[in-house]
């Protein structure tokens, strides 16, 4: 199931040992002008509103060093709380790159974060994982191995990020290292790395080094990995995200910050109020990052959606969500920052509801002209579950907008007006046996590789499998058929005796 | 499950008997500005494209009126083929009024066809039904009058289109004065006639000036109903199709014409020429209607999709189906008509894969600024199976789309930014208490009909019903708590006497 040899591109769907038909590899580029349900004044409400929050209120950053840092900037600090205006935050902001790139061991899954690309991110974070045979589970190691395999056998997932599921049997001092040894070697493609402690990301930027066969100066000479931090809204950073943004940042990783601003929990019950406080909170990290280090890659994230009016928890694939992605998506631009949205839903298993939920969610990733679309695939119950059904399922919805995207559907030339085959036919005739037809017919069309296109009699006489059926079967097929991705064996020997060097130094401390 | 009363409307969700709440009626209004994936030459492409196919190849109309009619307007009649120059389409097409009214036995069910409202439709034309229960099965008219109590009981739902299911079991010489004698009583929206036929479409409008109340004048002063035709693609136009759309538009009611044009079967197998081709098709039609009737109400319709390249087999809610989709509407605002798509989708049951592609046709009905989507709720197979659970699943993508546009959604006014609840909470609190939540919380977010959003352990104990379980509960409680709009007893008599004399006359021939 490993991908082309290194160098070498598909321009047709690889067919592969077990008949698994998929799109090549490839960034889509985003062609779409976004939805843009502000005018301009309320881009500038919105701006207005972030500068006010930052100048007025402050916000809370629980690190020493920051708030030496914001002091040096001539920030008002007060305790933990820092106060900017806007001149500073515009300032500091405007020194991010617009876009950047970042390149893992195999430098052909370089992904660029910015401009019009779309970079499609597996399932992050989930504490447990449902499959249709065995329910929902506290996450393991296996597991999490069977996630990456999927996050690497699937051309339209671009990045392995956070643990698809937590690794609950691995002790939490050394579980870092096993996890990104795993990424590393399971996967050719850009990894993350959490923002948990010093001892997590320096390890992490250690073995990401080891495995691209690189020197310290060749790892920081362009970002190689990235981590994502996520405020405590509202208006509060804490402790170990904050370092561990620093770290990367000056090390030149790539940086991603993303508040979680429910609206009506952590953030105001209206989507602009929520979406101010999301960017108050994302442009002083930014802000922060930029003035320790001029230029450092980083991305602003979104993740403000509304709880549910029966019980409080977080809803997600709403028209809320949508229209908060789609806000921010404008804000972004306004600031010239790379874009972070999330393929998210609320349902609790891969029905009906988790697929309007999640295409919800990625058409709104669309909409906004994201760059880099979190929880892409395999993502259920809010964040709770990562499931390898809906991981198949999700595919299949990325693969249909990477194809949307492609620019030969609408193309309008004399080719693909057609007149001479449309004469050819006339009426009442037929196009499938003409030149025009046969020519084309092989690439002309999406497809799929889970969804079932034949009629109900023939689905009936075949099984009558649902969704959810094929997808396991199809999970479990390319699990079991797995080919790890090639890794020089002295790479390989060096990054297994880093983890075990560090595993004998005790890994990092627990009790942050 | 009767709505509110004439004339008045509710602003917030209306709890009826049952507990059932959902949104008030209401023809959402698109704010997005429509995806357009054509640059301006695209749009002169194509539309060179359809004007060379009416020059140069042209069409046939099996309609003796229609050629006579062509004839007199001086295009090129020889046989059945009619050749016609752009600049007498053009003209034509100019006549067609960009947007227009229908009005049903409710005048507070009006709806605007055109400008920047988007009005939806039920399933219509399959030919089976599924249920979870019963699986699948041939129509009958009791379950057709399950669908119609579904139409009427939805507020998202405004028109009560085509048959949702072929009732087999009333003899086809009668069977539209049953099913239109249904519609009208056990809906009080929109109703739609098919044009098969002189007798189906003259006693389709007989009936609905009855149920109207109205005068013969009054039934033709403005849009009642309407019709919508099919060409027979590529590029014929077959008798009874043609015959009822004159007699409608001659009637002043509406007429919306949508060829099917299947890329690689009835149309080329690329996209520009598979429009091409049924802007052809269609504005040949329009052309012939505002000849035949100056400014009568007309709407453009787009059913271009793909075929699965495996079996030859329509495929639906695919990439190709959404680009051609917008590249349609495009072709409609550069034509000045209302457009009218679907929400449509390939897969058997109500799971995942019916719900992608749902949404992929339904947000493509959005970015392309459609006017009119046919199929809104309710479509199985590839239009060969309508289900009642997909009908309501369906119906909360549709209010999802209906609060995604409500522009309260994207204000950014004091009040929204909400400085002063941020200000209030501070760090680390909560905004579930603060005040701005307070009087905001009950109507800030969508509430979903379907959709469970309770945690995994909480959906576990209460029976782990999956989407189509619940619809399917939902669907029957409403079907049994139905009651029918109120109709004065004499207008119910007089409907009731009319489908006796007609049904004593023998109904229409069936030998079409």
Redesign the interface.
């Known amino acids: 199931m490993n991908d082309l040899p290194h160098g070498r591109r598909s321009r047709r769907p690889h067919r592969q040992a077990g008949a698994f038909a998929q799109m090549p590899w490839r960034i889509p580029v985003n062609?779409?002008?976004p939805?843009?349900?502000?005018p301009p004044?309320?881009v500038a409400?919105?701006h207005?509103?972030a500068m006010?929050?930052l100048r007025?209120?402050?916000?809370?950053f629980l690190n020493d060093e920051a708030l030496a840092i914001f002091r040096q900037a001539g920030c008002r600090v007060e305790g933990a709380?820092v106060r900017m205006d806007a001149d500073f935050v515009t300032e500091m902001v405007a020194r991010a790159p617009a876009s950047f790139p970042i390149t893992p061991r195999n430098p052909d899954r370089r992904v660029e974060v910015g401009g019009r690309h779309i970079v499609f991110v597996n399932v992050s974070s989930p504490p447990n994982s449902?499959d249709m045979v065995r329910g929902?589970r506290s996450g393991d190691f296996s597991t999490f191995q069977d996630f990456m395999k999927l996050t690497q056998v699937f051309n339209c997932i671009h990045v392995a990020g956070g643990y698809p599921v937590e690794p609950i049997d691995i002790h939490p001092a050394i579980r870092h290292l096993d996890c990104i040894a795993a990424k590393l070697t399971l996967t050719d493609k850009v990894v993350h790395a959490y923002s948990l402690g010093r001892e997590r990301v320096e390890d992490a930027m250690e073995m990401v080094r080891i495995a691209g066969g690189l020197t310290d100066a060749q790892f920081r000479e362009t970002p190689r990995m990235y981590t994502n931090i996520n405020s405590?809204s509202?208006?509060?950073h804490d402790f170990p995200m904050i370092d561990g943004a620093l770290r990367c940042a000056r090390a030149g990783q790539g940086v991603i910050v993303t508040p979680f601003t429910l609206?009506?929990?952590?953030?105001?019950?209206?989507?602009?109020?929520a979406v101010?406080?999301s960017l108050a909170e994302a442009l002083s990290a930014i802000a922060l990052l930029q003035f320790a280090a001029p230029g450092c890659p980083v991305g602003l994230g979104t993740f403000t959606s509304?709880?549910?009016?029966?019980?409080?928890?977080p809803?997600f694939g709403?028209?809320?969500y949508?229209?908060a992605t789609q806000?921010t998506g404008q804000m972004a631009r306004f600031y010239g920052l790379p874009l972070r949205s999330s393929g998210v839903c609320?349902?609790?298993?891969?029905?009906?509801?988790?697929?309007?939920?999640?295409?919800?969610s990625l058409?709104a990733a669309v909409q906004s002209g994201s760059n880099l679309v979190y929880h892409a695939a395999g993502w259920l119950?809010?964040g709770?579950?990562a499931s390898p059904e809906k991981f198949v399922?999700d595919c299949?919805?990325l693969q249909?907008?990477q194809?949307?995207m492609?620019p030969s559907?609408?193309?309008?030339?004399p080719?693909?007006?057609?007149?001479d085959?449309?004469?050819e036919?006339?009426?009442?005739?037929?196009?499938?046996g003409c030149a025009?037809?046969q020519v084309?017919?092989?690439q002309?069309?999406?497809?799929p590789i889970?969804?079932?296109?034949?009629?109900?009699e023939a689905?009936?006489a075949a099984g009558a499998e649902?969704?959810?059926a094929r997808?396991h079967r199809i999970a479990n097929a390319l699990i079991e058929g797995f080919e790890p991705p090639p890794m020089d064996p002295a790479i390989a020997e060096e990054l297994a005796a880093f983890v075990a060097r560090r595993k004998a130094e005790g890994g990092a401390p627990t009790d942050f």
Not at 56 to 60: K, L, P, Q, R, T
């Open positions: 062609t779409d002008r939805t843009e349900p502000l004044e309320g409400a919105i207005d509103g006010a929050i007025d209120i402050g916000i809370e709380n449902w929902k405590v509202p208006l509060k609206a009506g929990a952590m953030a105001p019950v209206t989507l602009a109020g101010a406080l509304n709880v549910d009016m029966k019980s409080g928890a809803a709403t028209p809320e949508m229209r806000m609320t349902a609790n298993i891969p029905d009906a509801q988790a697929m309007w939920e999640t295409s919800n058409w119950e809010g709770l579950i399922l299949e919805v249909m907008i194809r949307y492609e559907l609408t193309a309008t030339g080719d693909e007006i057609a007149l085959a449309i004469a036919v006339g009426s009442g005739g037929h196009y499938f025009h037809t084309r017919y092989e002309a069309f999406y497809a889970a969804s079932d296109w034949r009629n109900f689905w009936e649902d969704s959810i997808a």
